[in-house]
Each structure stands twice: as C-alpha cells, then as structure tokens.
T-cell receptor, first 115, second 116 residues
C-alpha cells in the first residue's frame, strides 16, 4: 500500500525540549516537503528537499531542522528555538518535475502541542 | 518571494448553487496553479490544477480559470453538494533559480459550507 506516513499523530512537548517528527514515503518520490498549518494562515513551507543529502529552507525555517539521508525519509526536528511550535505539521512528497511543478501527496499530519 | 492571497476566507452556499474562490499571486514567473481540498480531519488532496499556458480547465463540476496578465486564478464549483464542504487552498508554483528546487506557496484557505 503506497503512501506517505507521518508519526506520531499527536505529540506533547514541554517547553525547552526538542522533538522529531517522522515522515516516510514509499512512492519513490525524489522531492519531500514540510508544511506547518495554523488556523487562518494556510500551509506555510518550512523545509523542502529535492534530492537525498540536499535540502533548502522554506519561508519559516527558523527553529526547525531537517535531514535527508535516505530517499524515503525526511524527519523534521522542532527545536527549543522555535518560539511558537504548537501547530499541525504536514509532510508531503512529489515526483521531481523539474521546473513545472506537480501534485503533492500529503501525510495525515502530526499535531504538536507544547505544554 | 511569492505571495498568494485567497478570498473569501469563508463561503456559505445553498446546495445546488455555484461557488467561486479567487486567488491572486505576486510573482509573474509562477507557472503552475493547483487547488487542494482538505476535508475535516483529513489530509489535503489535489482536486484540479492549471499550467500557465492554459486559460481554463474543467473536470466535471469543477473548473479553474487563469488570468496571467492580472495574476489571478479562480476555482468554480457548480451544482454544489454537501460533500463539497471543506477547506480549499489555492497555490502557486515557482522553480527557484538560486539554490534550486520547486516551491509551492499556498493561500490562506477558504472554508466552504454547502447548506441543505
């Protein structure tokens, strides 16, 4: 069953702690993305990766870090430097379609709450 | 960078009526414009998209129009049904010349409610 899997679905964190959200895909997609979703603000891009061992900052990268050691995996770490980490986080992947864009396939999301 | 504005933020229509959601973008180099639907508690899913070399695209009850000169595009849903109730997001795509990669910038979303 192909798709993109995020875990955990719900996560609680104390202030000052780092937390890592998992994202795995078996679609053989080259590109992967992390978005943050807040009410009334749509989907904002945190980081994206077009190929293994390479990634770029999105619009709101401060306080986050990523790695792309394997094609299938793109974990996101929310660090203690992120001032307002409580949010819904969505991972996505797509075929690398060069300059013309293509469909994003989303995971079911991870809801992070900082206590 | 790219900025996408979406209106309205909420839209309520009677079943069977049409619904229109509008978006504007800032970067004239954007070349791909998808629309995503997110039902309550579910992941966003692509419902229709349009590329910059096309002015209009239809798929059954949904259609998207693009005006490159004015830098705006719209989603049209005809004969709305209760299952159309969801949040709809527009987006604009750029290929980033510096650093590489494809980047999709989303609008802030429209909550559509189809009332019986």
């Amino acid at each position: 069953d192909g798709g993109i899997t995020q875990s955990p679905k719900y996560l609680f964190r104390k202030e000052g702690q780092n937390v890592t959200l998992s994202c795995e895909q078996n679609l053989n997609h080259d590109a992967m993305y992390w978005y943050r979703q807040d009410p009334g603000q749509g989907l904002r891009l945190i980081y994206y990766s077009q190929i293994v061992n390479d990634f770029q900052k999105g619009d709101i990268a401060e306080g986050y870090s990523v790695s792309r050691e394997k094609k299938e995996s793109f974990p996101l770490t929310v660090t203690s430097a992120q001032k307002n980490p409580t949010a819904f986080y969505l991972c996505a992947s797509s075929i690398d379609s060069g300059t013309s864009g293509g469909e994003l396939f989303f995971g079911e999301g991870s809801r992070l709450t900082v206590l | 960078g790219e900025n996408v504005e979406q209106h309205p933020s909420t839209l309520s229509v009677q079943e069977g009526d049409s619904a229109v959601i509008k978006c504007t973008y800032s970067d004239s180099a954007s070349n791909y414009f998808p629309w995503y639907k997110q039902e309550l508690g579910k992941r966003p899913q692509l419902i229709i998209d349009i590329r910059s070399n096309v002015g209009e695209k239809k798929d059954q009850r949904i259609a998207v129009t693009l005006n490159k000169t004015a830098k705006h595009f719209s989603l049209h849903i005809t004969e709305t049904q209760p299952e159309d109730s969801a949040v709809y997001f527009c987006a604009a795509h750029n290929f980033i010349l510096t650093g590489g990669g494809n980047k999709l910038t989303f609008g802030t979303g429209t909550q559509l409610k189809v009332e019986l």
